[in-house]
């Protein structure tokens, strides 16, 4: 049977938000410059996790622990709220 709550993009991460949830994850980090966007998976993910936009238009998912992903994501949080 398959899933279609999850979505396999380019081989590398399985794509997880509105109703999606991550299933494999990316074990390194993007060059910052390169990131466009960082939101946290749905709470009722499996595995909580981060995705990542690039400007190439790719999204990756980052585990919630993955230090870099949440560095990333607290740094976009501040860049929108000032």
Request: proline share 2%; hydrophobic share 35%.
């Amino acid at each position: 049977e398959r899933h279609e709550d999850s979505l396999l993009l380019s081989g590398a991460a399985a794509l997880c938000y509105l109703g999606r949830c991550c299933f494999e994850f990316r074990e390194k980090q993007l060059p910052p410059k390169r990131v466009t966007g960082i939101i946290r998976t749905h709470q009722r993910c499996q595995h909580q996790a981060f995705v990542v936009s690039t400007v190439a238009g790719r999204e990756f998912c980052f585990r919630d622990n993955f230090k870099w992903a949440v560095d990333t994501f607290n740094k976009f949080n501040l860049e929108e709220s000032s």
